[in-house]
């Protein structure tokens, strides 16, 4: 069974900065590609970032571009976003999910609970 379990979420003033932590079992975490996506109330789901299984890589959206950086410990089972420079339309629920194996498109096949981060001051 996967299991993926969001933390870190929280309160920050526009400017400043959150990290976020995705932590996973069940699986061979470094076979694996990872991503976050987040959903405002009343928005749909937007995809955020992705790393490669062996952090050889990773994408970001045109909206977090230069704020974000996703990376990873395969060591710890756990992937990371950091993000910086936080402005209030970064406020969602952030969500980790894995990207389903040899999916050449990113699709997910585990999601987790998600972590609520608020942006405003």
């Known amino acids: 069974q996967v299991q993926l379990v969001e933390s870190g979420g929280g309160l920050a003033q526009p400017g400043g900065s959150l990290r976020l932590s995705c932590a996973a079992s069940g699986l061979p975490f470094s076979k694996y590609a990872m991503s976050w996506a987040r959903q405002a109330p009343g928005k749909g789901l937007e995809w955020v970032s992705g790393?490669?299984?062996?952090?050889?890589?990773?994408f970001y959206a045109d909206s977090v571009k230069g704020r974000f950086t996703i990376s990873r410990d395969n060591a710890k089972n756990t992937v990371y976003l950091q993000m910086n420079r936080l402005k209030p339309e970064d406020t969602a629920l952030y969500y980790c999910?894995?990207?389903?194996?040899?999916?050449?498109?990113?699709?997910?096949?585990?999601w987790g609970q998600g972590t609520q981060v608020t942006v405003s001051s």
């Open positions: 999910a894995k990207v389903k194996g040899g999916s050449l498109l990113w699709e997910y096949d585990v």
């Open positions: 790393i490669y299984n062996d952090d050889s890589d990773a």
